[in-house]
């Protein structure tokens, strides 16, 4: 690739997202100029747009990568630990079930808006990131890297070529829609036949939590579920997850008392936590989510990354995490490989199976959550695994603690172990044989787990 022109920034990002603005963290740290293009006011301000989005988790690959960024102690103080999945029936009992065998295998949820925030008081202090807002991406020229956009006032403009162009602009990408109007590439969503609607749960009476902080909350119910996460501020955001069509769905829920009424009989407990249900229900949008697939992600000069490249449902926790993976992996590459467009090709190259399998397991798991916890045979498959972790560290891990608190262990490695242990832990559960059975060994064996 030819040498950045005079005056042109290396890389513009367009994205100011959490995933965008960490790779301008970790690419500055490798000596690179970064300018960052964002449609949204600075949220700085105070006048950034909340927009639809889930609270957030993080686990060891997030983790790890904000770490690597320099930038884990200044994010810390928003993040609440869970430990496990506390479970609430229609009485609002249920077990706790921990995340994994040891104390620090927990998940962090994290505010969108406060983690990226963080994010962006981080990048603003590097004087090689340049961060400008208001610019509402239009298109882009993959041969020069040149990015048109538009103000807030609706003036044009346009940044000068750049070597690399990375759109982390999301799901709703503009930069790859850009891309796909120019024939350059083809994307695909497979919609889930469920939406989302986010509900505020406040501090108790007094500023105590209203539920117990430490868990991700789960109102499985067959089908559908809602959940709670906790936030620093001893409030928990709620999310109900439910069929968009259908007598059993959001269409079915026509005004707040048919809203009210359901949460009255499906979630009687988490309805007393909510004083001001109705104006809620009424108020707060109806999400849409889907998996997207998308090729390629690399267009000449431009790549796409994150949710831009391969959005997946949130059911995993695995988003965000996956997001901020990906910027370790292209940030190594560029540092390493001086052509650019090489460096970006086998990111996508290596990057891909991963997300592939990410996106796979994150639906699986919605099942689990939803449908899999109720069944009779769930706590005894789950004790099992546990058991076999247990007898063989190192060697058997669940696919859950893989994915979430193994960031050594790629997503296809996991997906790929995960099948092998299922059936082992069929066969010992078909032959009433525990962990420390000899049965346990041969199939251990033979799997080569």
């Avoid at 065998?101 to 004087?127: F, G, K, S």
Wanted: glycine content about 10%; aromatic content about 6%; overall charge negative.
């Amino acid at each position: 690739m030819s040498a950045t022109p005079r005056g042109a920034t290396a890389v513009t990002i367009v994205g100011a997202g959490p995933v965008g603005t960490l790779l301008a963290l970790l690419l500055a740290a490798g000596g690179r100029h970064v300018r960052v293009l964002e449609r949204r006011a600075d949220p700085r301000s105070g006048a950034a747009e909340r927009g639809r989005s889930i609270n957030l988790a993080l686990a060891a690959r997030g983790l790890a990568a904000l770490a690597r960024a320099g930038v884990l102690e200044r994010v810390q103080p928003e993040l609440v630990a869970m430990r496990g999945r506390q479970l609430h029936d229609r009485d609002g009992r249920g077990p706790l079930l921990p995340y994994g065998l040891r104390p620090e295998e927990v998940i962090y949820a994290v505010d969108r808006a406060r983690l990226n925030t963080a994010l962006i008081e981080a990048a603003a202090a590097v004087p090689l990131i340049e961060l400008q807002f208001g610019r509402r991406a239009i298109d882009v020229d993959p041969a020069t890297g040149r990015v048109s956009w538009q103000d807030a006032a609706g003036n044009a403009g346009a940044n000068e070529s750049s070597d690399t162009v990375i759109g982390a602009d999301g799901a709703g990408s503009a930069l790859r829609n850009a891309l796909q109007n120019r024939g350059a590439l083809q994307a695909t969503e497979d919609p889930l036949a469920h939406d989302y609607k986010e509900l505020h749960i406040p501090p108790a009476a007094g500023g105590g939590w209203p539920l117990e902080p430490h868990a991700l909350h789960i109102w499985p119910r067959g089908g559908y579920m809602l959940i709670a996460l906790p936030n620093p501020d001893r409030s928990f955001t709620a999310t109900l997850f439910l069929p968009s069509l259908g007598a059993g769905g959001f269409e079915a829920l026509t005004d707040s008392t048919a809203a009210r009424a359901f949460f009255a009989r499906e979630f009687p407990d988490a309805l007393a936590l909510i004083p001001d249900f109705d104006v809620q229900f009424a108020a707060h949008p109806q999400g849409k989510l889907g998996t997207l697939y998308c090729w390629p992600w690399q267009v000449q000069r431009v790549l796409l990354v994150g949710d831009a490249a391969h959005a997946i449902v949130p059911f995993h926790g695995q988003g965000l995490n996956c997001g901020f993976e990906d910027c370790v992996l292209l940030a190594e590459l560029l540092e390493r490989e001086s052509d650019c467009q090489a460096a970006c090709a086998q990111f996508e190259h290596l990057r891909r199976p991963n997300t592939d399998a990410i996106a796979a397991m994150a639906i699986e798991n919605y099942q689990e959550m939803r449908d899999t916890v109720l069944a009779p045979g769930f706590a005894a498959r789950r004790q099992l695994a546990l058991d076999l972790e247990q007898r063989y560290p190192g060697r058997f891990i669940p696919r859950y603690s893989m994915v979430m608190f193994h960031a050594e262990i790629p997503y296809a490695e996991a997906q790929r172990r995960g099948a092998l242990q299922s059936g082992v832990i069929d066969a010992l559960l078909a032959s009433g044989a525990g962990a420390d059975s000899a049965l346990a060994a041969r199939l251990l064996d033979e799997s080569a787990l």
